[in-house]
């Protein structure tokens, strides 16, 4: 099993950015596919972004495309999501999570290992 930890939530302004890292412990993560999710207060959990095993091929929802880069680094067990441009409907807990495989997926039941989450807050 593997451990996930995030970090790097926190409140900003409308405009801003913010770099999430999540960080693995217990087995190596860089034969997997990593996924980013968020969670808002009343809504279902949403697929963010996802990126394969090599970090050559990445997926993005709609709604983030274009303001949201997720990247890994191999070395230090870790995944990041830069988010920029950030509005306030970005405002969730951000999950990571690890994949079955190598081969990205959006599906959250496809995903078997999870962190405890990070808040994001955008204010207006």
Same mark, same amino acid.
């Given at each position: 099993?593997?451990? $996930?930890?995030? !970090?790097?939530?926190? $409140?900003?302004?409308?405009?801003? !950015? $913010? %770099?999430?890292?999540?960080?693995?412990?217990?087995?190596? +993560?860089?034969? &997997?596919?990593?996924?980013? /999710?968020?969670?808002?207060?009343? =809504?279902? %959990?949403? /697929?963010?972004?996802?990126?394969?095993?090599?970090?050559?091929?990445?997926?993005?929802?709609?709604?983030? =495309?274009? %303001? /949201?880069?997720?990247?890994?680094?191999?070395? =230090?067990? *870790? +995944?990041?999501?830069?988010?920029?441009?950030? =509005?306030?409907?970005? *405002?969730?807990? &951000? /999950?990571?999570? %690890?994949?079955?495989?190598?081969?990205?997926?959006?599906?959250?039941?496809?995903? +078997?290992?999870?962190?405890?989450?990070?808040?994001?807050?955008? !204010?207006?």
């Amino acid at each position: 099993q593997v451990q $996930l930890v995030e !970090s790097g939530g926190g $409140l900003v302004q409308a405009g801003g !950015s $913010l %770099r999430l890292s999540c960080a693995a412990s217990g087995r190596t +993560v860089s034969i &997997y596919a990593m996924g980013w /999710f968020r969670q808002a207060p009343g =809504k279902e %959990r949403e /697929f963010v972004a996802a990126i394969d095993w090599s970090g050559g091929t990445t997926d993005y929802a709609d709604s983030v =495309k274009g %303001r /949201f880069t997720i990247s890994r680094s191999n070395r =230090k067990n *870790t +995944v990041y999501l830069q988010m920029n441009s950030l =509005k306030p409907e970005d *405002t969730a807990v &951000y /999950f990571c999570a %690890r994949a079955l495989g190598g081969v990205i997926t959006t599906t959250p039941d496809r995903y +078997v290992d999870w962190g405890q989450g990070t808040q994001v807050t955008v !204010s207006s």
